[in-house]
């Protein structure tokens, strides 16, 4: 199983990023995709969750701001984030929660700048 982050970066305050996770070795359509995150010194944290059927869970402080999507064609999970702020810097990190295990991506480091 791979999962391959892309997107991350540098960006200002109240700017945007998309993050993409492009996923290999797992039956995409009916796994459930996620983003976590983890900043330095802390627990990682659950960002958004979106199910086989489209069903989206979000995190209380994202809500609004961040949108999951995925493309089961293209095998890939998206992060939208706008309105960023310095509180979203941290390593993001996809998730496949499928039949055969649990799996993460390698990160990928979102820094906001204030």
């Known amino acids: 199983v791979q999962l391959v982050e892309s997107g991350g970066g540098l960006v200002q305050g109240g700017g945007s990023l998309r993050l993409s996770c492009a996923a290999s070795g797992i039956i995409f359509r009916i796994t459930r995709m996620g983003w976590y995150r983890q900043a330095p010194g802390k627990q990682r944290e659950l960002v958004a969750t979106?199910?086989?059927?489209?069903?989206?869970n979000y995190a209380d402080s994202v809500k609004g701001r961040f949108t999951i999507s995925r493309d089961n064609a293209k095998n890939t999970v998206y992060l939208q984030m706008n309105s960023l702020n310095p509180e979203d810097t941290s390593v993001y990190y996809c998730?496949?929660?499928?039949?055969?295990?649990?799996?993460w991506g390698q990160g990928t480091q979102v820094t906001v700048s204030s």
């Open positions: 979106i199910s086989s059927d489209g069903r989206t």
């Open positions: 998730n496949a929660f499928s039949i055969t295990g649990n799996y």
